[in-house]
Nanobody, 118 residues
Framework: QVQLVESGGGLVQAGGSLRLSCAPS????????MGWYRQAPGNKRGMVAT???????NYADSVKGRFTISRDNAKNTVYLQMNSLKPEDTGVYYC????????????WGQGTQVTVSS
């Protein structure tokens, strides 16, 4: 059974940096799009950044110029480098990936908490 495993969240002061990582465990054949989403208290989950298997990225306007998504296809890992963090970046960050195991399916990680203090 495929699962996405995230790491790298934590508590940081405004202006600081964090890097999130996510990789699948289990048996699979291929990974297509990968991305990061976040959910702040009282809000819906929203897209932060996505990246295709070919490396094309897309960002939410609120994080452009501060966050960078990347992936290492050899390690099946997606990263989110977050710089110049703001208190409004606080939330649970979820990894998402389209993975081919028995069929193509979308998977979510368990979420990792990012808290930015002012």
């Amino acid at each position: 059974q495929v699962q996405l495993v995230e790491s790298g969240g934590g508590l940081v002061q405004a202006g600081g940096s964090l890097r999130l990582s996510c990789a699948p465990s289990g048996s699979f054949f291929a990974i297509n799009n990968m991305g990061w989403y976040r959910q702040a208290p009282g809000n819906k989950r929203g897209m932060v950044a996505t990246i295709t298997s070919g490396g094309l990225s897309n960002y939410a306007d609120s994080v452009k110029g501060r966050f960078t998504i990347s992936r290492d296809n050899a390690k099946n890992t997606v990263y989110l480098q977050m710089n110049s963090l703001k208190p409004e970046d606080t939330g649970v960050y979820y990894c998402n990936a389209e993975i081919l195991s028995s069929r193509w399916s979308g998977y979510w990680g368990q979420g990792t908490q990012v808290t930015v203090s002012s």
